[in-house]
């Protein structure tokens, strides 16, 4: 427990910072990472941070599995009074840091009010991806991270074939790596269990950042190989469809085609569209 007499703690900001282009930095985010003198991160996010915003900071920075090291060096600055900003991708409390801060903050003794922590908000790649598609989350959705290093694969497949099985539309994290190939082979055959061949599926790789690309392909089509960990597959319900572009590749992406999960709007309330207008029609 920190000592009564000790000085007080300097605030800790565990930030998120969106999908990766600086035009989708929140300003509280830029106002935390501003206002702290030292910056914590990844070593592949610390790139996103806009250069301006980390003149004269001190970095730590460590690479994948370091996570630990680096929430523990958080919490240790914001205890000697050193202000402190952890930046993560997408959503700190979106499979980052924040859970794991709290963590280390639990097991030293402390209570949370004893450090100001911060948890600030940024766009997860949840919907930095579903943007970029068209509207493929509009009803309810589940998020799965194909990652075993800290969730055995029996309790993953468990909670894939739950969220199939609930025609949610499927989200997947971390779906591919060069150790871990076989995942997304499984989490796709269970998802042709369930659904038909046919259903789309939104592959998104470096959302908002240089590099992306996004695809629309039906899930009998997904091909692993293309998939790595700056990826994220959103696999469509039992009403989810293509609405088709146009010109030469009307099911390409860059000719406007796009993913739709319909919320339901139109069986509702007979909304239909004719002669480019839209009119409601009577229900009976």
């Known amino acids: 427990m920190r000592p009564s007499s000790a000085a007080p703690c300097a605030p800790l900001y565990v930030l998120g910072l969106g999908p990766g282009d600086s035009s989708l930095l929140s300003p509280e985010a830029a106002a ?52 402190t900003a952890v930046v993560c991708s997408g959503d700190p409390g979106i499979y980052a840091l924040a859970g794991l801060i709290l963590e280390r903050i639990e ?42 290093l800290l969730t055995p694969w029996a309790i993953i497949t468990a909670r894939l074939r739950h969220a199939f099985a609930g025609d949610f539309v499927l989200v997947l994290y971390n779906p591919r790596s060069k150790r871990r190939a076989r995942q997304l082979e499984e989490a796709l055959a269970i998802g042709r269990e ?32 293309s998939v790595d960990m700056f990826t994220i597959l959103i696999i469509g319900n039992s009403a989810s469809r293509i609405v088709h572009g146009r010109g030469e590749c009307p099911l390409a992406w860059a000719c406007g085609a796009r993913m739709l999960t319909p919320r339901g709007y139109t069986e509702k309330y007979g909304i239909a569209r004719q002669a480019g207008r839209l009119y409601k029609e009577p229900l009976i």
């Open 32 to 83: 935390a990472i501003s206002a702290s003198s030292l910056i914590v991160g990844y070593s592949g996010y610390i790139p996103l941070v806009p250069g301006e915003l980390l003149v004269g900071k001190r970095i730590i920075s460590t690479g994948m599995t370091g996570e630990i090291a680096r929430a523990e060096a958080a919490v240790d600055a914001a205890v000697n009074g050193e202000e």
């Open 107 to 148: 097991r030293r003794g402390l209570a949370a009010s004893d450090i100001p922590l911060h948890v600030i908000p940024g766009i997860p790649a949840l919907c930095g991806a579903a943007a970029l598609l068209g509207a493929p989350l509009t009803h309810d959705f589940a998020c799965v991270s194909l990652s075993d």
């Open 194 to 225: 369930h659904r038909g061949t046919g259903t789309p599926v939104g592959v998104v790789r470096n959302a908002f950042r240089p590099g992306q690309r996004v695809e629309i392909v039906l899930l009998g089509d997904v091909a692993p190989d």
